[in-house]
């Protein structure tokens, strides 16, 4: 196995141990909602309005 100069081995880096913690995900709800007919869908990239979160990189309105 691979180490570096701290003496630590890539398998040290990939295994949890007792000390290390897993990841915990949660996710809310998504209410239901009316989503958009396939045109405007595909146009946002979401069928759903309330992910219809449009980036500007200019920061502002288009």
Known sequence: MNSCECGTTKA???TPTKTVQL????????PWEQPYDPQTALKHGTIFPSLNLPFYVTGGEQ
Do not use: K
């Open 23 to 30: 990841g915990i995900a949660t996710i809310p709800m998504q």
């Open 12 to 14: 040290n880096l990939a």
